[in-house]
């Protein structure tokens, strides 16, 4: 893992002072506390490096290893104690071939105080009390003929298969959240939550806005002219509509009704438009030119 | 104790908060704890708020009346964010469309 520059992550020089330190990390936490950045995953990166940064640099006895021995400074006492080795070889005659330190830096979760107590893992896991575990995030993607209706499907989660229920009507970038999916509680306490995120690929033919559908449906110009019947394929099967005489290019037919049905409120659903895209004849015979141009000097 | 409440005694032994905390963060009308027994009890779907507000005091040494505001100008946000969630959408289907002109 790569080196990490604390004093630059809180914008210190080397020479800061704790007051320094307190001040910086004050000041940049007010920035990028999670809680004051919600759904913001960059914000929450940076809050933990500046934790950490602070966690490191705010300990006089963490600070000096850091300074003193760089990226290898989690294992100082090791050094220290290979410095010793070294050393104790080095008097007893013998020669010493080195050994460099391929370890990474950093690993520690530096998390916020309830999830590092309750997501378990913490020092304090001695304690009795029940504590709500950790919550979980899930991307799902679905597509809208999914979202059209309420229908189950089983997620993987950390593991865990996890059977949940979608109703009808979400909208695309929705969150929901599944209270008690989440990680263990801790001391019987509660389990943490699973919030999921839905992500609803657009359909080539129906366009949702809101919980109204729109597509466009050709006629000929003779139905659009004379009017007709007109079969169309909707989201939830074909209906047959009537087109009024003398229907205009671009006309719309609102069904109302019949557009995407409202999240979590049962038997109601948006319209449905039908924009008509009347088709012109092309490659007329002669017969039919003539027809139009008797038509023209009317 | 019910299956989803906590009781309020264990949380301030927990987070090392006076007990008068909590109630300062009911007369705000922050969180809402309910009495059982004679004992003070936080429901689980309190937790996350308290947690945060615990946080936000902690961390930022944001007394009461800035939790107060924070978590109004959060619910602000929470309902702007929901907003632009519909307004992309929407915005989508107008790019859908212009695509297929």
């Known amino acids: 893992m790569d080196y990490i520059d604390y004093y630059k992550i809180l914008d210190l020089k080397k020479d800061a002072t704790t007051e320094d330190i307190k001040k910086a990390y004050r000041k940049l936490a007010r920035k990028h506390h999670p809680d004051l950045n919600p759904n913001n995953e960059e914000a929450n990166k940076k809050f933990q490096q500046i934790n950490e940064a602070n966690e490191v640099l705010s300990d006089p006895e963490k600070r000096k290893k850091y300074d003193k021995y760089g990226k290898d400074w989690q294992h100082a006492d090791q050094l220290d104690a290979q410095e010793q080795q070294q050393r104790q070889y080095q008097s007893q005659g013998g020669g010493y071939g080195g050994n460099s330190y391929s370890g990474g830096f950093g690993g520690e979760d530096f998390s916020d105080f309830f999830s590092s107590m309750f997501g378990g893992g913490g020092g304090r896991s001695s304690r009795n009390s029940p504590f709500k575990g950790q919550d979980y995030n899930a991307d799902l993607q679905l597509n809208l003929l999914d979202a059209y209706t309420t229908h189950k499907q089983t997620l993987t989660v950390n593991g865990k298969q996890v059977r949940i229920t979608i109703p009808a009507g979400v909208e695309n970038g929705q969150k929901i959240k599944l209270p008690g999916y989440g990680a263990a509680g801790v001391n019987n306490g509660p389990p943490g939550d699973l919030y999921i995120k839905f992500n609803i690929t657009d359909h080539p033919k129906f366009k949702r806005k809101g919980n109204d559908i729109y597509f466009q449906e050709e006629i000929d110009l003779y139905t659009a002219i004379l009017g007709g019947e007109k079969i169309v394929e909707t989201l939830n099967g074909k209906v047959k509509l009537k087109v009024p005489e003398g229907t205009q290019p671009d006309a719309t037919l609102r069904l109302k009704g019949k557009g995407f049905p409202l999240y979590k409120k049962e038997n109601q659903f948006g319209d449905l438009y039908i924009k008509w895209q009347v088709k012109l004849p092309t490659n007329l015979n002669a017969e039919q030119k003539e027809l139009f141009e008797k038509l023209s000097k009317f | ?101």
């Open chain 2, 1 to 101: 104790m019910g299956t989803n409440l906590i009781p309020v005694e264990d949380i301030c032994a927990y987070h090392h908060v006076e007990i008068n905390f909590i109630q300062s963060l009911e007369d705000f009308g922050l969180i809402h704890t309910t009495v059982k027994k004679q004992s003070l009890f936080l429901p689980v779907d309190e937790l996350t708020k308290l947690e945060q507000y615990l946080r936000l005091a902690n961390d930022l040494e944001i007394n009461l009346e800035g939790i107060h505001a924070v978590s109004h100008l959060l619910n602000q946000l929470q309902n702007m964010q929901e907003e632009i969630i519909a307004l992309q959408n929407e915005l989508n289907y107008y790019k859908q469309l212009n695509q297929h002109h």
